[in-house]
């Protein structure tokens, strides 16, 4: 199974609104609802935002959400702040029994 | 307060066999829905799944790893032992274990990682 694909870099000014794509297929993101995203400060754990494609993890701001189109996943990140600086990963169930992450985004706040 | 960590060697040499346990507090792995799973980070890469175990003694494993990795789990000890065999440097990466369940299945608790060097 290959890596879901994102955009190496997307970028915004404090108080826009962002989006991050990870795109799959019909084998992973496009059947499952099982789409998750994660932030990744530098060297920290990774921490999970959105999962069920949509819900958003407790205690994450409501300014992050999830929503899925076919085989495209999309996290929008709204009202950017300077903590949203990081790296952030998709994740889907491949195939049932498997797991793939995504490639990986840097956000970064101009 | 669910936690986990991660130990095991921080060197390995090439072709020797990785042992890294996951130890885990504030869950049981005899609650059904409930599973361990391990995902490792080269230095500035990508994460990559690798593994999970459910309570319920399934395993899984990433298809492109299946061969060289065994995952085991000691309830009773609130421990995840992930073995990877025949260690080269491009698994020298971050290993992390977290803790996921069903049906969402998503790692929504990890520990904070152990580094592994695969040197001679």
């Known amino acids: 199974q290959s890596a879901l694909t994102q955009p190496a870099s997307v970028s915004g000014s404090p108080g826009q609104s962002i989006t991050i794509s990870c795109t799959g297929t019909?084998?992973?993101?496009?059947?499952?609802?099982?789409v998750s995203w994660y932030q990744q400060h530098p060297g920290k754990a990774p921490k999970l935002m959105i999962y069920a494609d949509t819900k958003r993890s407790s205690g994450v701001s409501h300014r992050f959400s999830g929503s899925k189109s076919g085989n495209t996943a999309s996290l929008t990140i709204s009202g950017l702040q300077a903590d949203d600086e990081a790296e952030y990963y998709c994740c889907a169930l491949a195939g049932i029994r498997n797991l793939v992450f995504g490639t990986g985004t840097t956000v970064t706040v101009l | 307060q669910i936690t986990l960590t991660e130990s095991g060697p921080t060197l390995v040499k090439p072709t020797q066999t990785l042992t890294l346990t996951c130890t885990f507090s504030g869950f049981s792995l005899n609650t059904p829905g409930v599973g361990v799973g391990w995902i490792r980070q080269p230095p500035g890469k990508a994460l990559e799944w690798l593994s999970l175990v459910y309570w319920h003694g399934d395993e899984r494993y990433s298809p492109s790893l299946k061969s060289r990795l065994t995952v085991t789990k000691d309830s009773s000890k609130n421990q995840v032992v992930l073995t990877m065999t025949n260690m080269g440097p491009v698994d020298t990466a971050t290993y992390y274990c977290?803790?996921?369940?069903?049906?969402?299945?998503?790692?929504?608790?990890w520990g904070q990682g152990t580094l592994v060097t695969v040197s001679s």
């Open positions: 977290a803790h996921t369940e069903v049906p969402d299945t998503m790692f929504d608790y």
């Open positions: 019909s084998s992973d993101v496009g059947t499952y609802k099982f």
